[in-house]
Nanobody, 122 residues
Framework: QVQLVESGGGLVQAGGSLRLSCAAS????????MGWFRQGPGKEREFVSA????????YYADSVKGRFTISRDNAKTTVYLQMNSLKPEDTAVYYC???????????????WGQGTQVTVSS
């Protein structure tokens, strides 16, 4: 079993930055791909970014490419999402997830955190 706990969300003005963290406990995640998804108000959950087990490959949604950076520290079993140049449309609950392979799709991820709220004011 794996437990994922997100942190780092909050309220920020447009143009600002936040860094989300996802701390894992339980079975080791060193060999798992990790993803970030988000669900905005009245919207379906959508893919944001993902990183493979080694950190050597990453995926990004077009909407965040160039602004967000995903990284991982396997020694600390933590995954990060650095979010810069935030926009009001980035407002959402952000979830991290663990899966067996690098993927854009929710169905590829087995374990999910509870989410952390990010609110970007204009």
């Amino acid at each position: 079993q794996v437990q994922l706990v997100e942190s780092g969300g909050g309220l920020v003005q447009a143009g600002g930055s936040l860094r989300l963290s996802c701390a894992a406990s339980g079975r080791t995640l060193s060999w798992s791909a990790m993803g970030w998804f988000r669900q905005g108000p009245g919207k379906e959950r959508e893919f944001v970014s993902a990183i493979n087990w080694s950190g050597g490959s990453t995926y990004y949604a077009d909407s965040v490419k160039g602004r967000f950076t995903i990284s991982r520290d396997n020694a600390k079993t933590t995954v990060y999402l650095q979010m810069n140049s935030l926009k009001p449309e980035d407002t959402a609950v952000y979830y991290c997830a663990s899966g067996t392979g690098l993927s854009y799709f929710e169905r590829s991820y087995n374990y999910w955190g509870q989410g952390t709220q990010v609110t970007v004011s204009s």
